[in-house]
C-alpha cells in the first residue's frame, strides 16, 4: 500500500491522488458511470485496460502448474467497476485490520474510518491479547499498522464510492473454523486473543488468503506503473505471511496450522494447493508449486473461505451479513 500511495502523491501527473480519486468516484458501480470512467481515463492516458489496472480478484486465475479450469465467477470482470474492485479489497482490510487492532490496541478501527456505501455493521469480539514475547508483541504492531494504512489509503482513493465496514465477526467465526479445522471439539470454543499462540493461528487464517488475492491480481495488470503497486501490496502482504509461518513453525505449532491449511484447502474448491508450514517433514515457510511459484485464488475463493462455506453463499463466516459492494458472492 505504501507504493500505491506514493504512485498517488506523485506531483502533477496524470496519476495525481486527487485526479485519479475524483475518476474512481465518479465510476461507481454501475454499467453507464463505468463507460463513463473508462473514456476519462482513456483521454488522460491513464492506460487502463479492460476493468482496470487494480482489479486484484475478480478474474477467476488458474494456477499455471497445478489448478484446473477456474470456477465461474458471479460477477464477470467485463460487468464490474473499478470502484466496486477496489470496495472488495476494502472489505477484506476492514476485516484484517479489525482483528490486529483489537489485537495490538485492544479496540478497533475508528468510527471516521468504517462509514461508507452500503450497510454499516459493528465488529463482534475482539480484546487486546496478554503478549509475553516482545518479539510477536512488536510482529502485531507492524502489522496492524500496514493493515491500518491500508484501510486509510483505500477509503482515501475510493472517495465517496468507498463502503462502509460490514458486520465483522472475529469470535464466533474463529470456533467454527477452528472447529472445521479439528482443532477444537464440537462443544469447545477457540479464542484468537487468549494468548499469543491462539493469536499466531487465526492470523494464519487471513494472511495465505491475502497474498493468494493479489497474486491472482498480476496476470490482470496491464499498466506499469500500476503493477508496480500491485507488486508492492503483494509484497507487504508476502512479508506478513512468512513472519506469521515462521513464528508458528518455530513455536511448534506445526500440526495446528497444517489443520488450519487443509481446512482452508477444502473450502475454495477441489484443487490441493493450499500448503501448510511443514512439506515432507520439513519446514515449508514460502508455499510454491513445483516451478517456484505461489498459487492464486478467485475472489469467489477468497469469499469461500471468509465465508467458511464451499459452496456459493453471500454471507457467512467472518462476514455473517456478507461484504458490501457488488463482489460478494462465492464461487460454487
Known amino acids: 500500500m505504501r507504493v500505491i500511495a506514493q504512485q498517488f502523491e506523485k506531483g502533477p501527473s496524470v496519476f495525481g491522488k486527487r485526479f485519479v480519486r475524483d475518476l474512481i468516484s465518479r465510476s461507481a458501480e454501475n454499467g453507464p458511470d463505468r463507460r463513463k470512467f473508462l473514456v476519462a481515463a482513456g483521454a488522460a ?19 499455471a502448474a497445478t ?3 477456474a470456477q465461474k465467477e458471479t460477477v464477470s470482470s467485463a460487468a464490474i467497476s473499478d470502484a466496486a474492485i477496489l470496495n472488495f479489497a476494502l472489505n477484506l482490510e476492514y476485516l484484517e485490520a479489525e482483528f490486529y487492532s483489537y489485537a495490538v490496541h485492544g479496540h478497533g478501527l475508528a468510527d471516521s474510518l468504517t462509514t461508507g456505501t452500503g450497510a454499516r455493521g459493528g465488529v ?47 469470535k464466533n467465526s474463529f470456533t467454527a473454523a477452528a472447529r472445521a479445522a479439528g482443532l477444537i471439539g464440537a462443544h469447545q470454543t477457540f ?19 491475502g497474498v493468494t488475492a493479489y497474486k ?7 499498466n506499469k506503473t500500476y503493477l508496480e503497486a500491485a507488486a508492492g501490496i503483494l509484497a507487504v502482504e508476502a512479508y506478513h505471511a512468512a513472519t506469521i509461518r515462521s513464528s508458528l513453525y518455530q513455536r511448534d505449532l506445526c500440526t495446528a496450522a497444517n489443520k488450519i491449511s487443509n481446512a482452508r484447502d477444502s473450502l475454495d474448491g477441489a484443487s490441493d494447493d493450499d500448503q501448510g508450514i511443514t512439506l515432507k517433514g520439513q519446514a515449508n515457510i514460502v508455499p510454491t508449486d513445483s516451478n517456484g511459484v505461489a ?8 469469499l469461500n473461505v471468509v465465508y467458511l462455506n464451499p459452496k456459493k ?5 467472518f462476514f455473517p451479513k456478507g461484504v458490501n459492494g457488488a463482489i460478494n458472492t462465492s464461487a460454487g
Open 124 to 170: 463482534t469480539g475482539g480484546r487486546a491479547v496478554p503478549f509475553l514475547s516482545r518479539t510477536v508483541r512488536q510482529f502485531a504492531q507492524e502489522i496492524a499498522g500496514d493493515e491500518l494504512a491500508h484501510v486509510t489509503f483505500l477509503r482515501t482513493a475510493l472517495g465517496s464510492a468507498a463502503v462502509s465496514r460490514p458486520a465483522i465477526d472475529i
Open 67 to 69: 489448478r484446473p479450469p
Open 313 to 317: 453463499t453471500t454471507s457467512g463466516g
Open 216 to 222: 491472482g491480481a498480476a496476470p490482470l495488470v496491464s
Open 45 to 63: 492516458g491513464l492506460g487502463l485496460v479492460g476493468t482496470g489496472a487494480l482489479a486484484t480478484a475478480i478474474a477467476p486465475v488458474a494456477n
Open 295 to 302: 498459487y492464486s485464488r478467485s475472489a469467489g475463493q477468497v
Open 191 to 209: 479464542d484468537p486473543y487468549q494468548n499469543e499462540n491462539n493469536f499466531l493461528l487465526a492470523a494464519f487464517i487471513f494472511e495465505d488468503v
